[in-house]
């Protein structure tokens, strides 16, 4: 009888450890499907309260930290966007969203560059070539939005 109850017992407890785990990653899903309806529907706030907590999980802590730079851009808060696009690279180096978002960026901050330097360059060759260099920049820029 002692046998049996604690075979029970421990099955219940490893019953208990497996699906534990399960249910900790089916929240966690449930949090990314509300956050990502949140973010898509507009609801930025909400997003973002959600995506942070996933962000300061070990699991899928990249991707949080991605779409909360995508909102950070949203609401034209440039700098902290990239901080967030960073810290993704941190948690994961090879994390291609975050690679190509920075690079994005960085497409945007060039086009600024080169809008401010012909502004305060006269006409000539290397005046030129930074005028054809905008046009497919900004032309790019299209394509990958």
């Known amino acids: 009888m002692i046998r049996a109850f604690l075979l029970l017992t421990l099955c219940s407890v490893a019953i208990t450890a497996c699906a534990h785990p399960r249910t900790d990653e089916m929240q966690r899903l449930q949090r990314i499907r509300a956050a990502d309806l949140a973010f898509q529907s507009g609801d930025l706030a909400k997003a973002e309260r959600l995506y942070r907590t996933l962000s300061e999980g070990k699991r ?5 930290h991605v779409r909360l ?7 034209g808060e440039r700098e902290r966007a990239k901080e ?4 993704a690279l ?3 180096r090879d994390y291609a969203p975050a690679m190509y978002n920075l ?3 960085s497409l945007d901050e ?3 560059y080169l809008r401010r330097y012909l502004s305060s360059t006269s006409p000539g060759p290397q005046h030129d070539r930074a005028s054809e ?3 497919e920049l900004k032309r790019f820029a299209a394509e990958t939005r």
């Open 69 to 75: 730079g995508a909102i950070a851009y949203r609401r």
């Open 84 to 87: 967030h696009f960073k810290h």
């Open 60 to 64: 899928g802590a990249e991707s949080a």
């Open 90 to 92: 941190r948690a994961n």
């Open 110 to 112: 060039s086009v600024e």
């Open 133 to 135: 260099l905008l046009n």
């Open 103 to 105: 690079a994005i960026m």
